[in-house]
């Protein structure tokens, strides 16, 4: 059985799923029930490998937008 290592979340990794999701119907469709029906946390872990203070900031960008883009 292959091993999969989930990438870590950057700029450059986020853009390549976002093209696998547009080619990828089924798994788009998993994405979005995982980031509807879980939270973006769920979605992050997902996909990658969260580093240090990445699910601090991503909680942050959920629940308070305009603060976290300061």
């Not at 990794?13 to 029930?33: M, P």
């Not at 509807?36 to 946390?41: A, R, S």
């Amino acid at each position: 059985m292959a091993t999969y290592t989930k990438p870590a979340l950057n700029p450059q990794t986020f853009e390549k799923l976002i093209q696998r999701l547009k080619q990828d119907e089924q798994e788009r469709r998993r994405a979005i029930g995982i980031g509807q029906n879980d939270d973006v946390l769920a979605f992050g872990g997902e996909y990658f490998t969260l580093a240090d203070k990445q699910p601090d900031m991503l909680v942050k960008v959920i629940f308070d937008p305009a603060e976290a883009f300061r």
